[in-house]
């Protein structure tokens, strides 16, 4: 019989790690896992983006449909998005309809796409009160180990750079849309929001980018969501214990650090792309 301390007692285990100041996968408290970052490769989709957050893995495809823009807002397109956590992605989600953290999911990357006005919803429309673009944006976890939503708004932003529209003309006499294939435009992105997320231990340990492990024993979770322009664009802090303002600075700190380096990343991998075709 082996006395295996990370089953039988995870907090204590976890605990002198983090005395040590580190952690039991070997980072320390404010170091990210290695991000990872493939895009275009769903090829039945509009855009596609595949992000590898150390094990954590999410899809998002996009899909581009043609209809009528709202009433009270006859001129813009619509996106929406939908991050689905199944069963094959940890032994934690069950079969069924989504539960209540993939809903809650959806919502924060609905919010995010909101607050940072990462694009104009303008730029979808085609004619107003008409025919306006609406984007499906599937997000999909693979493999989840923590720290979801980070991986979410990276897939959903590489996704959007990725996709690629036709060209859709209404004819003057029939009114009727049509659509050329041969001839695609790219998205007009705005913004590039990326999140950071933090565990926090015993009230007041701060890591970064946890895993589901530390996530199932924290006290509290943060998420900061940042822009290129260091502007703030959401805190999500669902319940837990309170962060001092001098903590939370901290955490917009290496968010706006971590942006940076998201950026890099995708803007990198685009390019890549453009060289390959």
């Known amino acids: ?49 595949l992000v590898k ?16 823009p709202a009433v009270e807002a006859p001129g813009k397109g619509y996106i929406v998005p939908n991050v689905d956590l199944p069963p094959l992605c940890s032994s934690r989600f069950r079969p069924g309809p ?19 006005e990462l694009m104009q919803t303008e730029d979808l429309c085609i004619g107003r009160g008409k025919l306006c673009w609406v984007l499906y944006c599937d997000m999909m976890c693979l493999d989840y180990d923590g720290n979801v939503l980070d991986a979410c708004i990276i897939a959903l932003l590489a996704a959007l750079e ?3 529209l036709p060209e ?10 049509e659509v050329n294939f041969e001839k695609r435009h790219g998205l007009n992105i705005c913004k590039h929001p990326v999140g950071t997320s933090f565990c926090i231990f015993d009230d007041s340990i701060l890591i970064v980018d946890p895993t589901s492990d530390e996530e199932s024993l924290s006290t509290a979770h943060l998420t900061v969501v940042t822009d290129d322009e260091d502007r703030l664009c959401i805190v999500h802090k669902p319940g837990g214990t309170p962060l ?30 453009k060289a390959a075709k």
């Open 1 to 49: 019989h082996l006395y295996t301390p990370r089953v039988a007692e995870p907090l204590e285990y976890h605990r002198r790690f983090l005395k040590e100041d580190c952690r039991p996968d070997g980072r320390e408290l404010s170091e990210f896992r290695s991000t990872t970052l493939n895009i275009g490769s769903i090829s039945t989709a509009d855009g596609s983006a």
């Open 53 to 68: 957050v150390g094990n954590t893995t999410v899809i998002c495809g996009i899909k581009a449909e043609l209809t009528t």
């Open 98 to 116: 989504p539960g209540e953290q993939a809903q809650a999911a959806s919502q924060f990357v609905a919010d995010v796409i909101e607050s940072s």
């Open 162 to 164: 990725n996709t690629q």
């Open 168 to 177: 859709v003309t209404i004819n003057t006499e029939t009114s009727l849309p």
């Open 244 to 273: 001092s303002g001098e903590k939370l600075q901290e955490c917009i700190n290496r968010a706006t650090t971590r942006q940076r380096e998201i950026q890099k990343l995708i803007g990198k991998v685009v390019l890549s792309v």
